[in-house]
């Protein structure tokens, strides 16, 4: 379907698969995806040859694949400047992104895996399973707030506002596309808004956060962030407080523009 893009560091079968009735493109190109992003984030042009670097190829085949991957809708690609995510590219990134990790908490917490060897097995495991066993990943775990290394693992992507309402939904329950419009309050950035949309944690969690005046649909604006992973000053319901980062983790908000 696309041709020999070249190999990335794992070497995949180019198989499409379907969940429901949305075509999902391959490992492969999950791989590609969540290189871009690693690289460039939401907004900004990975370069061929930064994306060649990290996944061990050739920047002609690079070239390639992101042309192709351009043709699907999944990037835009500018010669000269490089490959930016489109939101179906986004959404796909994200998403396999939130199963790495949750997938390196697992293996790390659960079989004691070092995390050197977790991340290789994480990175070959994350392509192959479902949304269903992500979710149940993700439960069992207790709703991990950060990976091994301390990167932050996206919200939920069931039409839930907390871990307790995730607790209780079925497995057939809808889910929404993760397109990075709702981000950790700990992302944005000073005097910038949003409207919390999702509160991770347990009912303990939920409630010391709620006592604060921090629930759904609350608008909140972050102040100031301490360095070195210090506390965060926001200002909510007219009211300055400073909250450690730890559970500064578990708000997750809609940035407004």
Not at 14 to 32: C, K, L, T
């Amino acid at each position: 379907m696309f041709g020999n893009l070249g190999q990335p560091k794992y070497i995949y079968t180019w198989i499409v698969f379907n969940r429901g009735s949305d075509s999902m493109p391959s490992a492969q190109v999950e791989e590609y995806l969540k290189t871009i992003y690693d690289i460039a984030g939401k907004n900004s042009a990975a370069r061929t040859t930064e994306i060649a670097k990290c996944l061990k190829i050739s920047p002609a085949s690079v070239t390639e694949a992101v042309q192709h991957m351009a043709k699907k809708g999944l990037v835009i690609y500018a010669p000269y400047k490089g490959a930016t995510l489109t939101k179906e590219g986004l959404i796909i990134a994200i998403e396999i992104k939130r199963k790495h990790r949750l997938l390196e908490v697992f293996l790390t917490d659960t079989l004691h895996i070092n995390e050197k060897k977790a991340h290789a097995e994480a990175c070959k495991m994350e392509h192959d399973i479902s949304d269903e066993t992500e979710n149940a990943l993700c439960k069992i775990l207790n709703a991990p707030a950060r990976c091994p290394h301390g990167s932050h693992i996206s919200s939920c992507t069931m039409f839930v506002g907390t871990c307790d309402e995730c607790n209780g939904a079925t497995s057939s329950r809808k889910r929404r596309a993760n397109d990075g419009s709702i981000v950790p309050i700990t992302d944005l950035e000073p005097c910038e808004k949003g409207l919390i949309k999702f509160l991770r944690g347990d009912k303990k969690i939920v409630q010391r956060l709620s006592d604060l005046g921090l629930t759904l649909n609350t608008k909140v604006e972050l102040l100031r962030k301490a360095p070195m992973n210090g506390p965060i000053e926001i200002c909510v319901r007219r009211t300055n407080l400073a909250i450690a980062r730890e559970i500064a983790d578990n708000i997750f908000v809609n940035v407004s523009r």
